[in-house]
């Protein structure tokens, strides 16, 4: 700029207008050297940081091209001394690093899962917020987008007063020795694994009295669920109080230091009846646990209330359909793990078949049902898959047809997460363990579900259609 300036004025005094044109000439080129030292001052300033005030643009949470080492797409951080700024202006270092906080950065779970972010407002990245709804932010386990899996199986026992754990004792206490590595490794492969939690995790307690069957393990053994791969429990069922309420807050306590979600028991009503959430990419889910039983006005096992500790019992379904209602609201796909039916048959009961459509009708996505030890029917109502019952999964020394039942969720849409893929999953519980049914037993097992499931297609595989 100052050696074009010069140039110009040196065409005028070569006119004629030699005095003249010398002061003019004097004061432009003062000018130009002016205007030279202040560019090289901002230069160095951009260059050293001394200009520490200077603006950066930036947005949707990116920071601009700035001539120091951004490229425009990488994520601000407020702790990072070279972006002090987030809109054009002269922010102090203070309000700029309070301002760039809010802004989620690309690992951040309010980044990642924005589907959830924007459509329940669920605070991921707050770890209370987090705690207070029950809300899991989970990786998925298998590592693809083919979709979110769910996986269900029945009742499972581990006091080792019974045959199961104590068989498994005798064979090295490893839980492959009960059940077998193919369906832990399915198990471990499914991003939610949920079985019913039959029993009470204590060293105390007294048991019920006249009670035929009760049952409690030692609370070391809450390690198993890990084992097998399952990161969610119910225990609405009427075996949570065998041992009292000591037992039961041993229970709760068990699972809460081993890291096992649970539902359908708490320290309150409100602790008993409310959801687990699981939110695994960008798809939240919702899990209700209850229990009918025992079907009476005086239960062997405390119904939790406002002051009691206890399981959330629905022999009334009211509360139970309500939450119902609330939860589905603040999810993409809603599960309801209910304990009801009658024990050892395979028939299901007029209250199954009563509420399956009030729950339905509710806004539950799938209906999983457990307590009558042995397989029932799948059926589907109002539009709703229902399995009646699960059977035992690993429990006890009969030989019994059981199975896993696994749900594989689509992305969401309108709110709302399809079932994509829905798998009856055969297994055997046999000489104390449960085992992958394979051959002509595998086929064997499909054929009776099919029987007593009109309606249901169930192919060689076990994928289910209506």
Known sequence: MVSRDTRNHKKVYNGGK???NLI?????TMMGVIAAGVVAFLIYGTVTGVKKDR????????????GDGYTGREPISADDPAVLGVQAGTDTDEQAAEETAEIPADD????RYSGVYGRFGDDLDDPEYLTANRIYVLDSRDGDDSGVTLTFGGDILFDDEYAVTAKLKENGGEISAGISPELIDMMHASDITMVNNEFPYTYGGTPTPDKTYTFRADPPTVRYLSDMGVNAVGIANNHAFDFGEHAFADTLTT??????????GGRNINEASAPLFFVVDDVKIGIIAATQIERNDYPDTRGATDTLSGVFRCMNPSRLLADITETRAKCDFLVVFIHWGTESTPETDWLQQDQAPKIADAGADLIIGAHPHVLQSIGRTKGIPVFYSLGNFWFNSKDLDTCLVRATLSAPSGGRAALSDLKFIPCRQTGCKTSLATGEERDRIIADMRAMSPGISIDADGSITY
Not at 108 to 111: G, M, T
Not at 255 to 264: D, F, M, R, S, T
């Open 108 to 111: 951040s779970y309010k980044s």
């Open 55 to 66: 603006p950066v643009q930036a947005e949707a949470g990116f920071a601009a091209d700035a």
């Open 255 to 264: 699972l809460e230091e081993a890291g096992i979600p649970y539902c359908g």
């Open 18 to 20: 030699k005095k003249t």
């Open 24 to 28: 003019a000439l004097f004061i432009f």
